[in-house]
């Protein structure tokens, strides 16, 4: 009776560690004008990154994201920086 609770009890200890330890998906955010906000279209380069990595089998690994709007120059690129790309990082983790 010992022995299987210790069997169940390493096996619940395994289980919850892998469980925590899953993390969670890279998000990748491109930040730009027209070109990007284009990337999400269909037929779009965001659309066909996302389109290679289900191909690849590691679609659920990455978040990908649109940010772009055209006809922003790099000023404008600046002033939406903290709305449409910092605040969409995980409790501002940059990395």
Same mark, same amino acid.
């Given at each position: 009776?010992k022995?299987?609770i210790?069997i169940?009890?390493?096996?619940?200890?395994m289980?919850t560690t892998?469980?925590?330890?899953?993390?969670?998906p890279?998000?990748v955010?491109?930040?730009g004008?027209?070109?990007?906000e284009? +990337?999400?279209?269909?037929?779009g380069?965001i659309?066909k990154?996302? &389109?290679?990595?289900?191909?690849?089998? !590691?679609? %659920?690994? $990455?978040?990908?994201i649109?940010a772009?709007?055209? +006809?922003?120059k790099?000023?404008?690129?600046?002033?939406?920086?903290? &709305?449409d790309?910092?605040?969409?990082? !995980?409790? %501002?983790? $940059?990395?």
């Amino acid at each position: 009776m010992k022995k299987t609770i210790r069997i169940l009890l390493t096996i619940f200890i395994m289980l919850t560690t892998v469980a925590m330890s899953q993390s969670k998906p890279t998000r990748v955010i491109f930040f730009g004008d027209s070109i990007t906000e284009l +990337g999400v279209k269909p037929g779009g380069y965001i659309t066909k990154i996302k &389109e290679g990595f289900e191909k690849q089998g !590691v679609a %659920g690994q $990455y978040e990908l994201i649109g940010a772009g709007i055209s +006809g922003n120059k790099v000023y404008d690129l600046y002033l939406r920086l903290e &709305e449409d790309v910092m605040s969409k990082t !995980v409790r %501002g983790s $940059y990395s």
